[in-house]
């Protein structure tokens, strides 16, 4: 009977054709060259977009799942090549819906094609949380189709989002991960070349001995390198890891070497800044001030760059009058139906009485809240009034017993309405200091020393138990530890934290994690610094 299955289902699919007069077959003609321009990394454009919309519409009457997920694939990857991110995303999403993973036959190989390139797009738009979800989801298809070696290649692909979600210790962890699945499945070259990594984070903290230990396998072992030494294209900043080692382990001469190898590469800015450091080392002036100039040059064309490239992506993600000029289209070719017009004219009018209702209780709600803050402010001034009073009477308890009852009720039922909240926490979250701080890392701008001085200011008066706790420390602490420290107690996130004192992400995560050894004389990640930092009232 199973024998049978594939000549009955072409039958069937040859019945279905001369039923429809032949659409299945132009809808199929469609998607194999759709499919053969998208191999081939040619550009779907062209208005092939409403012609694969249509066959998306045509298998979702008339497909099979794995039918409908190649269409709505095949039609994100349009979106995709037109520049529209969000379309995309969509189209994307529709074919993971459409897939029957129950299913024996579910075509995993296409479904993980999907989630690659939501990955992409996620990556794209510095969507690591996101970026990761998708990721997860993807391995657990490679796992399906037993390809070990798809699982480890994006396994290997996290690094990055953990790297920018500061998180250094998990990415040290799939760093090792990645390396024992390569060797324990035979991929040994894929293994040696993994370490690339692992070297750069272990340079950045000074553990030189594993350092040296990978670069050995990694040179040796990983067959990228060519007979004079020089590593294949696209992995050219291996030689700033390499220039920092020769710095640490004062290879001066070496450590010029590599970086003046980087020079010509996309990678230049951080060749210049090895550059630098060199003649600082070399203490040659005149090489210092020639190297600063050029380093300050690459940074703003950096920026500059930079700031367009973050333009195209906002423009790519909210081009909103694209999306305006097809719905007015649909609308058109919806009015065709007047039952349906009906349709959507009831669902208006109630999405805009829900909106409106909706709107009603927000302003309630904000205005609401604004009250309450301001109840609250007025019941703690009248709290610490209140105290101030009572410890006056009992330098005169003698005289004044009864005014001091008084006050011990009073003091009672106000810490009663006030609640379990802390007040300087309430207090210290509506302060325009506070706002303006976390305005600041979500602009990744620098603090200036005026901010600074107006959040020290404010923070003597509002949280003393957390100056005071960090003035007996402050002999142990440099500049950015300190910063840290009063980053972190105001919910600054580790990666903002790093962008606005101007040091990398790993940086502050050993910072962190050294200082709750130091701080709180006791072992520690930087996690726990954080919210032993942040429980300091």
């Known amino acids: 009977m199973k024998a049978r299955m594939p000549i009955l289902l072409s039958w069937l699919l040859l019945l279905l054709a001369a039923c429809d007069g032949g659409r299945r077959q132009q809808m199929e003609a469609l998607l194999d060259r759709a499919d053969s321009l998208n191999r081939a990394y040619i550009p779907m454009t062209g208005g092939l977009d409403s012609l694969l919309s249509e066959a998306a519409s045509y298998y979702d ?22 520049g529209d991110a969000p379309q995309a995303l969509q189209c ?39 970026e990761l979800e998708i990721m997860a989801k993807y391995q657990r298809c490679a796992l399906n189709k037993k390809d070990t070696l798809k699982y480890i290649r994006n396994m290997e692909l996290m690094i990055k989002p953990y790297f920018l979600l500061g998180d250094t210790d998990k990415v040290l962890s799939i760093l090792n991960n990645v ?24 340079v950045q903290q000074g553990q030189l001995d594993k350092a040296r230990m990978l670069m050995n396998e990694f ?10 030494g020089n590593i294949s294209a696209g992995r050219e900043y291996y030689y700033n890891t390499k220039g920092r080692l020769f710095l640490k382990e004062d290879r001066i001469a070496e450590a010029e070497q590599m970086f ?24 040659n002036i005149d090489s210092i001030v020639v190297f600063a100039r050029r380093y300050e040059n690459a940074i703003n064309n950096y920026q500059n760059s930079l700031q367009t490239e973050v333009v195209q992506k906002m423009s790519s993600m909210y081009n909103y009058q694209r999306y305006q000029r097809k719905a007015d289209a649909e609308a058109i070719t919806a009015a065709n139906a007047k039952a349906q017009r009906n349709g959507y004219v009831a669902l208006l009018v109630f999405t805009l009485a829900l909106l409106f209702i909706v709107g009603r209780q927000y302003q309630y709600l904000r205005r609401r809240r604004a009250e309450e803050l301001v109840a609250f402010k007025k019941n703690y001034e009248n709290l610490q009034k209140t105290r101030t009073e009572l410890s006056l ?40 200091v506070y706002k303006r701080f976390h305005s600041m890392a979500n602009k990744g701008k620098t603090p200036s020393s005026a901010d600074w001085e107006k959040l020290n200011a404010f923070l003597h008066d ?36 790093s962008t606005m004192l101007g040091v990398s992400a790993s940086y502050i995560t050993k910072v962190r994690r050294d200082m709750h050894f130091r701080l709180f004389k006791e072992e520690g990640s930087a996690s726990d610094f954080d919210e032993r930092i942040v429980n300091i009232c």
Do not use: W
């Open 61 to 82: 009457r008339h497909g099979l799942p794995n039918e409908q997920l190649r269409a709505h694939y095949l039609l994100g990857c349009a979106y995709r090549d037109m």
């Open 92 to 130: 994307y999403q529709d074919a993971v819906d459409r897939a029957d993973t129950l299913a024996s036959d579910c075509d995993y190989h296409r479904l993980m094609a999907v989630y690659g390139q939501m990955a992409e797009l996620f990556d794209a738009q510095n969507l690591s949380k996101e």
């Open 179 to 202: 390396h024992h699945y390569y060797i324990k499945y035979g991929y040994e070259h894929e293994a040696a070349a993994s370490n690339a990594t692992a070297i750069f984070f272990y």
């Open 219 to 228: 040179e040796q072992k990983s067959g990228l390198f060519d007979e004079k």
């Open 260 to 283: 003046r190898k980087l020079l010509p590469y996309k990678d230049s800015v951080v060749a210049l800044e090895g550059l630098m450091q060199v003649y600082i080392e070399k203490k």
């Open 393 to 432: 009477l009992q330098q005169h308890e003698h005289e004044y017993q009864e005014l001091i009852a008084q006050k011990k009720a009073e003091i009672v039922a106000l810490e009663s309405t006030l609640g379990k909240k802390h007040p300087a926490e309430v207090l210290l979250k509506e302060a325009e």
């Open 462 to 497: 509002m949280l003393p138990a957390f100056c005071q706790f960090l003035t007996i420390h402050e002999h142990e602490l440099n500049n950015t530890e300190f910063h840290t420290c009063v980053l972190t107690r105001i919910h600054i996130k580790p990666k903002a934290i």
